[in-house]
């Protein structure tokens, strides 16, 4: 199995900055691509920006520019640097990750448990 464990989340005015962070753990032999998504209140989830396992990364239109997403293949972990937020980035970030899972070497889609990013004056 493979758990998701998120941090960094929390209230900030806008143009302020957040930098979430999410660790993965379990059995797994690997773990490909990594991603952020957000799903806001009354609405689908949403990509927000992945990252290849060598580093690759794409984002949303929405945030290019202010985001930046990063991974430590040592520490099996994913971050996500948001920097001038705005009050439209508000939602519930969840990690996403791509594993190769123990012991069938299937390939399996993990999802976080969220945490909220609130950017409000």
């Known amino acids: 199995q493979v758990q998701l464990v998120e941090s960094g989340g929390g209230l900030v005015q806008p143009g302020e900055s957040l930098k979430l962070s999410c660790a993965a753990s379990g059995s797994f032999f690997s773990i490909g691509s990594m991603g952020w998504y957000r799903q806001a209140p009354g609405k689908q989830r949403e990509l927000v920006a992945s990252i290849t396992s060598s580093g690759i990364p794409n984002y949303a239109d929405s945030v290019k520019g202010r985001f930046a997403i990063s991974r430590d293949n040592a520490k099996n972990t994913v971050f996500l640097q948001m920097n001038s937020l705005k009050p439209e980035d508000t939602a519930v970030y969840y990690c996403?990750?791509?594993?190769?899972?123990?012991?069938?070497?299937?390939?399996?889609?993990?999802w976080g448990q969220g945490t909220q990013v609130t950017v409000s004056s």
């Open positions: 996403n990750v791509q594993a190769t899972v123990a012991p069938t070497y299937r390939e399996r889609e993990r």
